[in-house]
T-cell receptor, first 114, second 117 residues
């Protein structure tokens, strides 16, 4: 089955700096890669996703890049703010007859310091 | 905008008891997914339903069962509870397959925190 690795496990940045989280996946058939933000005591919130037919996608301060050849994808957050502090999960879609079955990375605890 | 609703939000049970978790998907969403998240862990896929039929199965123990009803809400039934079942259980839903392709975004509910004593 699919295996998703995520690094780093913790990331501390100063407010206004950029943050980068990287993930690798194992199944070359995966073609959908969402990123979720999870605040304490809440459910994961979809913040951005990318499909395998594009290499980059941007939404305001958030961008995601995908390298299908290397099976890498990354989340980039610019001009970080304290409210960006949370756990971020990458995920990959396993192609099955039943559709979506997300495999998550192990998460990155992002802390934005004032 | 309406979100996924889960009930109860918190549940405390004794070992060997049973528990039922409920999920109400976003209106017009027809696919429901269940995930289990242990402390400090990533969510693990358990099972999913599309149009009231089981569509995929993950690491769901045989002690657990689930179904989706005609109004698209879903219930996760857990029997012979063990201490290791203590976790956050999330339900997610997605929109009709075929409209946006087979890779529709999953929207997560707030979760049910199950504690087994």
């Amino acid at each position: 089955g699919e295996n998703v690795e995520q690094h780093p496990s913790t990331l501390s940045v100063q407010e206004g700096d950029s943050a980068v989280i990287k993930c690798t996946y194992s199944d070359s058939a995966s073609n959908y890669f969402p990123w979720y933000k999870q605040e304490l005591g809440k459910g994961p919130q979809l913040i951005i996703d990318i499909r395998s037919n594009v290499g980059e996608k941007k939404d305001q301060r958030i961008a995601v890049t995908l390298n299908k050849t290397a099976k890498h994808f990354s989340l980039h957050i610019t001009e970080t703010q304290p409210e960006d502090s949370a756990v971020y999960f990458c995920a990959a879609d396993i192609l099955t007859g039943g559709g979506n079955k997300l495999t998550f990375g192990t998460g990155t605890q992002l802390k934005v310091e004032l | 905008a309406a979100g996924v609703i889960q009930s109860p939000r918190h549940l405390i049970k004794e070992k060997r008891e049973t528990a039922t978790l409920k999920c109400y998907p976003i209106p017009r969403h027809d696919t429901v997914y269940w995930y289990q998240q242990g402390p400090g862990q990533d969510p693990q896929f358990l099972i999913s339903f599309y149009e009231k039929m089981q569509s995929d199965k993950g690491s769901i123990p045989d002690r657990f069962s689930a179904q989706q009803f005609s109004d698209y809400h879903s219930e996760l039934n857990m029997s012979s509870l063990e201490l290791g079942d203590s976790a956050l259980y999330f339900c997610a839903s997605s929109a009709e397959r075929g409209v946006h392709g087979p890779y529709n975004e999953q929207f997560f509910g707030p979760g049910t925190r199950l504690t087994v004593l």
